[in-house]
């Protein structure tokens, strides 16, 4: 018995070796938390790069958020003809706030798009190839 739990562990261990020594789920992912230190501490084209794909997935995101809060508008009120009273007071407050609300992650979005085409620019200079 003693045996085969030898083998599972030498197995293990060598599955673990191998993944150390090709880098297999050694980068550390970045995320909203630690942005700031991943784009700190960059240095190669690499790292440019996951900055850059990382704003690319955020600007994807806040796309995706203006479009959410369309739908979820246009969901709730469809359009039914002229509304009176406080039931057009409800739909004009929400409706002016989708528009902001969209307005505001649209500007995320691009923002987020000029901060890819830096980071993009970077890893070019870093010797990155793309």
Known sequence: ??????????????????AAWSGVGMAEEITHQNVGTMAANA??????E???????????????????????????????????????EVIATQETFMKEAAAHYLEMEKHSRKLAAMYHQLAKSAGGGQ
């Open 43 to 48: 240095k190669t084209a690499q790292d440019y």
């Open 1 to 18: 018995m003693l045996r085969g739990k030898s083998s599972l562990f030498a197995l293990l261990v060598a599955c673990l070796v191998a």
């Open 50 to 88: 996951a900055l850059a794909n990382y704003y690319e997935a955020r600007a994807k995101m806040h796309k995706e958020e203006a479009e959410d809060a369309k739908a979820q508008y246009e969901a709730i009120h469809k359009p039914m003809g002229k509304r009176t009273g406080s039931d057009q």
